[in-house]
Structure formats: C-alpha cells, structure tokens
C-alpha cells in the first residue's frame, strides 16, 4: 500500500484566493481525518469523516474552511478565501475500526502571501 | 485548553544516553496514550502506545511509563541514536472515541554523535 497520499507537497497563494487540499486515504480505512500543523498551536483537528460521513467538524477554525469525502479513496479540505494566518502544514491521516493509531500523509505545506 | 502537556520542548542527547520526554493530561476520561514521531518533511507516524490498565510498555529501545494517578505518561529512549533526532508528540483520547486524539505540543529531540 502506498499510504495516505496528499496533493500537492507545496502550495504558495496570494491572500484571497481558493485553495483546495487532496487526500487519498488507505484502502479500506473507514475513518479519515485532517489536521492542521503549526509551531504555535501544534497538531490540531479540524473534522474527521467516518465512512464518508463527517461526525466532528467543531475544529474547523472558520466557515471559509470545507471539507468533502464524496467517496471512500478522495477528500478534500477547501479554504476560501484564503488568508496569511492560514499558513501551515496540513495532514490528512486515516485508520480503521478497532483503532490501533493513525497513518498520517507526508502534508501540504501551506503558505498564503 | 490544552489537555495534553508535553516537556520539554527541545532535548539534545549524547548518543547512546537516555532520552525521556514527560506528558501531563487533565481529563480522567482518557485511556488510550499514543506517542508519534515525526521527520522533517513527513507527518507523524505512530511509534508506542499505552493504555491505562499497564504501567510500563518496551517496545526495543522505546519504553513509555505511565502512572495513573499523577495523570503522567513519559517516553524513555535508551541507548539514544542520531538516528532518532525527531520531534516527538505525545497524544491522549477519550474511551469510546479513541479515535479522536489530542496531541501535546511537541518535542524537538536532537542526538548528537
């Protein structure tokens, strides 16, 4: 298995614009999740799907961010409009009921100008 | 709120001495302690983890004690390699949603040769 894939590695924006995060995770995991990085704030979660289904999208710091999963192998985490405080790594992470940890992808790291 | 509490935040070891980074939480709920371990350039990947009916779990080099009623949990590297320079993450979650893991800052560990 290839582990949990992000697209892309890098991605540099001008303030105000959309930017959408990929993410496929492994197959057959059920639960996906994704998770923002920064030296302040450390790990954070933003929304985790469970089968698709998103359960907890309480960590999502405003409306301008989204989250799709229209199918079990593809989500995507949106933000429009973009803003330099947005600037971190992102990580979209997987794993499968009953729960032995996480596979986390290698992240985009994010930078707004 | 942080519930989890990680110390310190950077450690330079000599190689082949002992490494140890402390975790503190706050909610009695938890029961699940994971510890993740993260290069530069690739997202966390999970390394040992504990539950609270155990005081101590190896796993080679890598040892996590845990002691229930300070509500503290620490990993021990032994025998410290240049190898293992990382930063290293403890993390907690809640019974029944162990899926949902809160992470402690972070530990930036060097080991020089």
């Known amino acids: 298995d290839a582990g949990v894939i992000q697209s892309p590695r890098h991605e540099v924006t001008e303030m105000g614009q959309e930017v959408t995060l990929r993410c496929k995770p492994i197959?057959?995991?059920?639960?996906l999740f994704w998770y923002r990085q920064t030296m302040m704030r450390g790990l954070e979660l933003l929304i985790y799907?469970?089968?698709?289904?998103?359960?907890?999208d309480s960590g999502m710091p405003e409306d301008r961010f989204s989250a799709k999963m229209p199918n079990a192998s593809f989500s995507t985490l949106k933000i429009q409009p973009s803003e330099p405080r947005d600037s971190a790594v992102y990580f979209c992470?997987?794993?499968?009921?009953?729960?032995?940890?996480?596979?986390f992808g290698s992240g985009t790291r994010l930078t707004v100008v | 709120q942080q519930q989890v509490k990680q110390s310190p935040q950077s450690l330079i070891v000599q190689k082949g001495g002992i490494s140890i980074i402390n975790c503190a939480y706050e909610?009695?709920?938890?029961?699940?302690f994971p510890w993740y371990q993260q290069f530069p350039g690739k997202g966390p990947a999970l390394l040992i983890a504990?539950?609270?009916?155990?005081s101590e779990k190896k796993e080679g080099r890598f040892t996590i004690s845990f002691n229930k009623s300070a509500k503290q949990f620490s990993l021990h590297i032994m025998d410290s390699q240049p190898g293992d320079s990382a930063t290293y993450f403890c993390?907690?979650?809640?019974?029944?949603?162990?899926?949902?893991?809160?992470f402690g800052k972070g530990t930036l560990l060097t080991v020089n040769p």
């Open positions: 799907f469970n089968n698709n289904v998103p359960i907890d």
């Open positions: 197959s057959g995991h059920d639960y």
């Open positions: 504990i539950r609270p009916d155990v």
């Open positions: 909610n009695t709920a938890f029961d699940y």
């Open positions: 993390a907690a979650s809640i019974a029944g949603s162990n899926y949902k893991l809160t």
């Open positions: 992470a997987s794993s499968l009921w009953p729960f032995y940890g996480y596979t």
